[in-house]
T-cell receptor
Framework: AQSVSQHNHHVILSEAASLELGCNYSYGGTVNLFWYVQYPGQHLQLLLK??????LVKGIKGFEAEFIKSKFSFNLRKPSVQWSDTAEYFC????????????FGAGTRLFVKA | GAGVSQSPSNKVTEKGKDVELRCDPI?????LYWYRQSLGQGLEFLIYFQGNSAPDKSGLPSDRFSAERTGGSVSTLTIQRTQQEDSAVYLCASSLAGVVDDTQYFGPGTRLTVL
């Protein structure tokens, strides 16, 4: 069965620290990959997505993610976090061909200390 | 413009009762999704509607769960004979064209508590 694994359930960082959140998926075919974010008290919203082309994807607020097909990974990175990045981050996968079932990871709660 | 709205925001019910959860997608969005988020879990896909096509019901956990989408707009998720394990946040999302790389826009969710 398809699945998405996020290795860190809770991450605590100080402002200006670098961030990398791991995401691995299990699906052998073409995939579309997403990172969603949920800020405290807000709706889930798209941070960035990959569906083809350059495997290094840039999203909003300075976030980026790199698709490494050989590792089935789509890790999220930010060079210098801010207090306002405190949120829950979800990695998600949709098969690239056929079907619209989106598989989400369990999420990573990031807390950035001011 | 207005985003995805869901009602009620909170619902407390007794075990065995039926509940209906409503989703109003963004106007003009043809695709609509329902997800369930249990405590400490990721989002679990339930069902997907796209235009007038038959819905993808592959994520519905049991026959107690059903959903309708009337007129290609508003959707209702119905849970019959609720069980305590149905307690979760139910999220609705819509997207413009229902293609696989579409951005999904999420509503605020309905928190369901089954006593």
């Amino acid at each position: 069965a398809q699945s998405v694994s996020q290795h860190n359930h809770h991450v605590i960082l100080s402002e200006a620290a670098s961030l990398e959140l791991g995401c691995n998926y299990s699906y052998g075919g073409t995939v579309n990959l997403f990172w969603y974010v949920q800020y405290p008290g807000q709706h889930l919203q798209l941070l960035l997505k990959y569906f083809s082309g350059d495997p290094l994807v840039k999203g909003i607020k300075g976030f980026e993610a790199e698709f490494i097909k050989s590792k089935f990974s789509f890790n999220l990175r930010k060079p210098s976090v801010q207090w306002s990045d405190t949120a829950e981050y979800f990695c998600a996968v949709t098969p690239g061909t056929g079907g619209f079932k989106t598989i989400f990871g369990a999420g990573t709660r990031l807390f950035v200390k001011a | 413009g207005a985003g995805v709205s869901q009602s009620p925001s909170n619902k407390v019910t007794e075990k065995g009762k039926d509940v209906e959860l409503r989703c109003d997608p963004i106007s003009g969005h043809t695709a609509l999704y329902w997800y369930r988020q249990s405590l400490g879990q990721g989002l679990e896909f339930l069902i997907y509607f796209q235009g007038n096509s038959a819905p993808d019901k592959s994520g519905l956990p049991s026959d107690r769960f059903s959903a309708e989408r009337t007129g290609g707009s508003v959707s209702t998720l119905t849970i019959q004979r609720t069980q305590q394990e149905d307690s979760a946040v139910y999220l609705c999302a819509s997207s413009l064209a229902g293609v696989v790389d579409d951005t999904q826009y999420f509503g605020p969710g309905t928190r369901l508590t089954v006593l």
